[in-house]
């Protein structure tokens, strides 16, 4: 492995009958296994959505990532402090006897060639437990080492970590690590301790390539991306946004085809607007959503979204491409869920405006020292306007 990292593509799909064969294995449960009855629907609901190769929700598809890599040699560690069962009751990597209360791990039996699936529930002392797996990528970079903090906030707590090894441990002692850092991240109205990963932070302390920042909104690109970082010649630690509602979103799903070609792709277009927009916005994870709920609402197809979701190593050539193809656009704008102060919108601005040659427009929640408030309906409110102000017609669009 070295440490130059390339946007060349890495091959990452898997054939569709490999899938539906590592589906039957996870989903079916050994005959003494007695799972809760809520569990057991899920299991089948997620075999099912393999086999039709529709609606393939995130956890899905990190299951079937996880799997894959498995079958093919690749060890995997994960830890976290609700990572068995996924702190929104997402994952069920270990399922647990509703009787006996003995667990069972249906991804230990996708192992083969030596290789092991370990799920850790850790303690809350994120810098221990992150300096450790930080240490394991270090020593063991032929498999994929996952930390996951409960809500992307608590890595907070393990800042220095991140400062001294994650981000710099490369250019300080040419050390490589390919560690997965997985931080739930996105504005749910939970308040300011559970709403952001300080994706700001992270961009901030980019530069020679050292880290992936990644904010993906399709569970095939999550699974892409986990393939990617065992498959590629590199090694790079990888931060991802990972999300909360769009766990559950009908919209955020993949289709078999999204699995079995093409690989994680750093920008993606938008094939439903018209071909020549007045108005192209950029934006990154879960708002992606949102916006193209208001633009179908509103049949404002003359408006283009377009979804960064590689933020470092900055995709120039992919956005100089997406700005090559609408030449004429009256207003290009980068929408976040964030403060203007905070997420990617200062990262973003002076090179976006390098490659188009004019402004870009900013909405977002206004400057705070806060990442979010804490009363509901003020949340509700505020998270109204962001589609509102990007699609519609209001003024007040909020520039840096």
């Not at 946007?7 to 007695?34: C, D, H, Q, W, Y």
């Amino acid at each position: 492995y070295h440490g130059r990292y390339s946007f060349e593509p890495v091959e990452t799909a898997v054939a569709a009958e490999a899938l539906k064969a590592l589906a039957t294995k996870i989903n079916t449960l050994p005959s003494g296994v007695r799972p809760h009855p809520k569990l057991a629907r899920l299991l089948e609901k997620r075999l099912e959505s393999v086999e039709t190769g529709q609606s393939i929700d995130w956890a899905n598809a990190e299951s079937l990532a996880f799997a894959s890599l498995l079958s093919e040699g690749h060890f995997i560690r994960l830890s976290g402090q609700d990572s068995g069962r996924g702190t929104f009751s997402q994952r069920h990597s270990v399922v647990m006897d509703a009787e006996t209360g003995l667990p069972h791990m249906p991804l230990a039996g996708a192992c083969r060639q030596g290789a092991t699936f370990n799920v850790l529930n850790s303690s809350l002392s994120e810098a221990g437990v992150l300096g450790f797996d930080y240490g394991h990528s270090v020593v063991r970079p032929e498999g994929l080492t996952i930390w996951e903090a409960q809500f992307g906030d608590f890595a907070n707590n393990a800042q220095g970590i991140i400062d001294l090894y994650v981000v710099s441990g490369e250019t300080k002692w040419q050390r490589l690590s390919g560690l997965v850092m997985l931080l739930p991240h996105g504005w749910e109205g939970l308040g300011p301790e559970h709403s952001s990963a300080r994706l700001e932070r992270f961009l901030q302390l980019c530069a020679h390539d050292n880290i992936q920042v990644c904010n993906p909104t399709t569970p095939a690109q999550y699974f892409h991306l986990l393939r990617r970082q065992v498959k590629s010649s590199w090694r790079k630690p990888l931060i991802l946004m990972t999300p909360k509602s769009l766990l559950r979103h009908p919209r955020a799903v993949s289709k078999m085809d999204d699995f079995t070609r093409g690989t994680f792709r750093e920008v993606i277009g938008d094939p439903a607007a018209v071909a020549k927009p007045r108005r192209v916005i950029l934006c990154s994870g879960k708002i992606y959503y949102q916006l193209l709920e208001r633009r179908d609402t509103l049949k404002a197809y003359d408006i283009a979204i377009v979804r960064v979701e590689q933020l470092y190593p900055f995709p120039r050539k992919a956005l100089e491409e997406i700005a090559g193809a609408y030449p004429k656009a009256e207003q290009w704008m980068w929408v976040q869920e964030g403060p203007e102060n905070m997420e990617a919108w200062r990262f973003i601005r002076p090179r976006m405006e390098e490659i188009l040659g004019r402004p870009l427009s900013c909405v977002s929640r206004r400057p705070s020292a806060s990442p979010a408030t804490g009363f509901a309906n003020i949340y509700k409110q505020e998270q109204a306007l962001l589609p509102d102000q990007a699609v519609g017609q209001l003024s007040g669009v909020q520039t840096g």
